[in-house]
């Protein structure tokens, strides 16, 4: 750690005392100097407080993350669709080819070989998110998901900080959920959502929470799984998605 | 690890990162995704999270350099036809007042003080940010002060308007 011809510390120390790049005795070196410099704690106030600054200001700002990045991974390498019409075509054409044509499987191997691997190849992934329905672009910014896949035949969502859960209401307030068989019933109570899956294992469930859902808790079978609290809400509307397993 | 590990670690830090540093998210999905199919062609990438936010810099930085030269042969030709795509992100997404604000400050920093700042709010260290910008570890901290520094200038009423 350097010091100023005054003395102070000088300020690529200050962000690594910020940053925890400092080794244990430059930290204390630090801490001893600042305790008794105010022009070294006014820097590293004004640095943390910028640093700070910027950090709140990303995190407000921040996008959505797009569906196309929110799926499981067989979903991106194989399903992505491309964005110029050549190859639209180009692919129409190749699975026409590999359809019709004993030529089909050599291409196939091919493509295979050339993208490394396919949705066959990929492991089993337990907890996946249904990219169906996606919602618009103004509800992605104003709610989270919860994707999960239960291995029991009812789970209940505890939504904290709602005096009721409205499903799929028409004024967009409210809970909305989703499944990926028609035979799971979503029954709401008070502040609970109660999915009963019954025989219709394994199935995906998705349930977009709104902006006012402070926490919210899963019991599986009347057991709690999981419990989110109000920084995982937070990270969850950071990054557009969580992923909660249930199995 | 492998390219299933490195998807589901990495692509939603990745999509922050390249959407904060273009402003444009759709342009950052398009980065995000051939940082990854870029990835599924490459063998002996050790330190994945590291290569694949190189990956996606770069691609962003050229996109950028073309961007810039499209504007020049613009200026030089004297156009004045109406561009059939918008150019800037912000012509195109409905922004609000804070991100817009937020956006010129990043807008106003170079490209390396932009990446420095950015791999930093993604939890690099000093040492990996030195690497990616091509300096020495001891110069990252004077490198994050100054453009620390430079931002809050550009970032007055946004720490009016989330205070």
Request: proline fraction near 6%.
């Amino acid at each position: 750690m350097t010091a100023t011809p005054n003395n102070h510390i000088d300020v690529a120390a200050l962000v690594g005392l910020i940053d925890g790049c400092l080794s244990p005795a430059d930290v204390a070196v630090a801490r001893t100097h600042i305790a008794t410099c105010l022009p070294c704690r006014e820097s590293l106030n004004r640095l943390s407080a910028d640093s700070n600054l910027l950090t709140k200001a990303l995190l407000q700002t921040d996008f959505p993350v797009p569906p196309s990045l929110c799926g499981s991974r067989a979903v991106v390498v194989e399903n992505s669709p491309p964005k110029h019409s050549w190859l639209v075509a180009a692919a129409i054409i190749t699975l026409v080819v590999v359809g019709v044509s004993p030529l089909g499987a050599l291409i196939s191997d091919t493509i295979r070989s050339v993208i490394g691997k396919t949705a066959s190849d990929a492991p089993a992934i337990p907890v996946t998110v249904a990219p169906e329905p996606e919602p618009a672009a103004s509800e992605a910014e104003s709610e989270s998901a919860i994707s999960f896949r239960p291995a029991t035949s009812r789970v209940t969502v505890n939504v904290l900080g709602a005096s009721y859960v409205f499903l799929r209401p028409a004024s967009g307030i409210g809970v909305r959920a989703s499944a990926s068989s028609d035979g799971v019933e979503f029954v709401v109570a008070g502040d609970r959502l109660n999915v009963i899956v019954g025989n219709e294992n394994p199935v995906d469930l998705t349930i977009w929470l709104p902006l006012s859902t402070e926490g919210l808790s899963l019991l599986a079978d009347g057991a709690q799984v999981a419990d989110v609290g109000t920084g995982e809400l937070d990270e969850m509307r950071i990054m557009g998605v969580l992923e909660i397993p249930v199995q | 690890m492998d390219f299933e590990e490195a998807y589901d670690e990495y692509r939603t830090e990745l999509f922050r990162y390249a959407s904060r540093y273009s402003g444009d998210p759709d342009f950052a999905e398009d980065v995000v995704q051939e940082a990854y199919v870029r990835l599924s062609k490459t063998t002996g990438v050790e330190k994945v999270r590291q290569w694949l936010y190189s990956v996606v810099t770069n691609l962003m930085k050229d996109e950028s350099r073309i961007a810039t030269r499209r504007s020049e042969l613009t200026v030089v030709h004297g156009d004045v036809l109406e561009p059939t795509t918008p150019v800037a992100p912000d012509q195109v997404l409905e922004k609000t007042d804070l991100r817009k604000m937020v956006r010129e400050a990043l807008d106003n920093l170079t490209e390396r003080d932009r990446t420095v700042l950015l791999m930093r709010e993604e939890g690099f260290s000093h040492k990996e940010i030195a690497e990616a910008v091509g300096t020495t570890t001891g110069s990252v901290g004077t490198l994050i002060a100054r453009a620390l520094a430079n931002l809050a200038k550009h970032l007055v009423h946004v720490r009016e308007l989330i205070a």
